[in-house]
């Protein structure tokens, strides 16, 4: 904002205007009042966008501001004055600038002295032996940097905004931005260590740089339009991940998981569909699923979900783990754990230029969550969609992809301790890490839309008028459908509830013929021994012979 001194061109981004009225205004006067804060904030005001560096302030929002028009002989003299003042303002800072400059100038050179020389002049001297450093006080020793040092620069980690926050009112440890710690100074515990700077300041450093479990990778699928798709890796469909629940009538078998497959309703339906499924193979390759679109089941209440029921798991055929359904993120977690924007996020899923063709090679990509889902945003459909918005650019293939949040380790928030794997458990099963949850599912991207102006010349001025047409660009946020939605479906829609009591009687009806019989032995009450009973347990061991043995035959 300001007042052009010269005459040219100019994007057609900035908005230019013309006084109606030449002699109504002084333009220093004018550069100067719309450059107050108070306009500033009115222009924040009236402006439209989502990023503050994006922000558009249209000429029609503009022109409505009203604006003081003081006499222009008073205009006049406020110019002369505020002229005035600025020279001898900046004579001032001038002079306060050269004072700075010499004060600066001799705190190093006493500094140089110092540390170079020591403080005691009359000590004797002798030759470093280094050209540069010339010579040092006797007593002195020359040692090389990595002797003392330890370098941290691999073993910094990232503090949110929440943390810099923290950082002002000395509530946090700072973290790892230190270059150089005086290396005795230490304390150990399992995941971090703690160190101190050659000030004394402390902070702490990870011991391990983090690494996103295998576990993440393989829970996810590939959607394609056919199975010939799939086999070919063709650039089209989307992502979608397992998902597994205990069986609560054969909770005694570990190996047994209802499975379900989990992405978008549009990934399935729309642009032709993309039902089939493609695993990877626990050979090696990859082990196609033939579906079709009735095979998934919408969401009950239009949101942008599609479930499949997949029978109970099978981990001798695929290598995919699935995400456990009581680790789906709940509203109680959130409160437990005060998890809200700046949050951890990462989402795992296809990058449809680079997906992999032999087997599935799903991409990591992470941010953290920008906005809670508090209020619906409509959806393409006009249906209006609880979500989350993490900022994380969705791109083409990426729909249906898992999002988890996960609680960094010194975040000051008790986070569960990591369960381990269960020995003999051939799919392995995905068992979360310490203060990670299953966010939600990615099905959008909220795009930046901006109005497209076209320019228009009259009387030889050109302005700018809006259209009928709109740009889309991408804002990189991407919104994501709550865990809660898949959890819910799940767990009360009739269908599946039916499928899973079939699926246990079926499973119940092969345990109960199968000729063999768990070896351990339950343990039962004693119960006291009468002699009715005694002579009842000798009956059983030693059975009487329904035949004399001689009168048996021969065969």
């Known amino acids: 904002m300001g007042v052009a001194r010269q005459t040219g061109i100019v994007s057609p981004a900035y908005g230019v205007y013309r006084p109606i009225k030449t002699d109504t205004f002084v333009p220093e006067y004018v550069d100067g009042l719309l450059r107050t804060k108070p306009y500033a904030t009115e222009y924040f005001c009236r402006s439209t966008g989502i990023r503050p560096s994006r922000l558009r302030l249209y000429p029609e929002k503009f022109l409505d501001i009203p604006v003081a028009c003081p006499p222009r002989d008073e205009q006049e003299r406020m110019v002369n004055y505020l002229h005035e003042k600025d020279v001898q303002i900046r004579r001032f800072i001038r002079n306060k600038r050269r ?15 110092a540390v ?21 006080p006797e007593h002195w020793a020359v040692k090389e940097i990595k002797h003392e040092f330890h370098c941290l620069n691999d ?20 973290y790892g931005n230190y270059p150089f710690t005086v290396s005795k100074r230490t304390k150990y515990d399992a995941v971090r260590e703690l160190r101190y700077s050659s000030t004394s300041e402390p902070f702490h450093v990870w011991k391990f740089m983090p690494r996103i479990r295998q576990g993440f990778l393989d829970c996810v699928i590939y959607l394609y339009p056919s199975v010939e798709g799939a086999r070919q890796g063709v650039a089209f469909g989307g992502t979608g991940f397992l998902v597994a629940m205990k069986s609560e009538v054969h909770s005694d078998l570990d190996d047994f998981w209802h499975q379900y497959a989990v992405t978008n309703h549009h990934v399935v339906n729309d642009y032709g569909g993309a039902p089939v499924i493609r695993f990877n193979a626990a050979k090696g390759g990859t082990s196609e699923l033939e579906l079709v679109k009735d095979d998934w089941l ?24 699935a995400v456990l ?17 700046g949050d951890d996020v990462y989402t795992v899923g296809r990058f449809i230029s680079h997906g992999g063709i032999q087997h ?22 006009g249906h209006p969609q609880e979500c989350f918005l993490i900022e994380i650019r969705a791109l083409r293939g ?8 996960s609680i960094r380790p010194f975040s000051g928030r008790e986070t569960r301790q990591m369960e381990q794997e269960t020995d003999g458990d051939k799919l392995a099963q995905l068992r979360m890490a310490s203060g990670t949850w299953l966010l939600g599912i990615a099905f959008a991207d909220l795009p930046y839309k901006e109005e497209v102006m076209k320019k228009v010349v009259s009387e030889g001025v050109a302005n700018e008028e809006p259209t009928d ?19 819910d479906f799940i767990l009360t829609d009739e269908r599946f509830v039916m499928a899973r009591k079939m699926m246990d009687e079926k499973l119940e009806k092969i345990r109960k013929g199968s000729p063999l019989r768990p070896t351990a032995q339950k343990q039962e009450e004693p119960n006291e021994l009468t002699p009715e009973g005694f002579e009842d347990v000798l009956k059983k061991v030693f059975p009487k012979p329904s035949q004399p043995v001689s009168e048996k035959k021969e065969t």
């Open 99 to 113: 004072r700075i400059e010499l004060l600066n100038e001799q705190k190093r050179v006493v500094t140089h002295r």
């Open 360 to 381: 599935n090679e799903p991409c990591v990509r992470s941010g953290i969550i920008s906005m809670m889902p508090s209020e619906p945003i409509e959806d393409g459909r």
């Open 298 to 321: 919408p969401h009950p209440d239009g949101d942008d979900l599609a479930v499949t029921y997949l029978g109970y798991r099978n981990g001798a055929a695929f290598k995919n783990t």
């Open 325 to 341: 359904l009581p680790h789906c993120i709940s509203s109680a977690v959130i409160d437990e754990h005060d998890i809200g924007p």
């Open 155 to 174: 073993k910094r980690i990232p503090l949110s905004a929440v943390e810099r926050e923290q950082m002002k009112q000395r509530k946090y440890d700072y």
């Open 469 to 487: 047409y709109v740009a889309y660009s991408n804002s990189g946020q991407t919104a994501v459908i709550p865990a809660w939605k898949i959890r």
């Open 398 to 405: 990426s729909s249906g992809s898992p999002v988890f949040v």
């Open 116 to 136: 170079m020389r020591g403080i005691d002049s009359d000590v004797r001297r002798k030759p470093s032996r280094i050209e540069w450093l010339g010579s040092i």
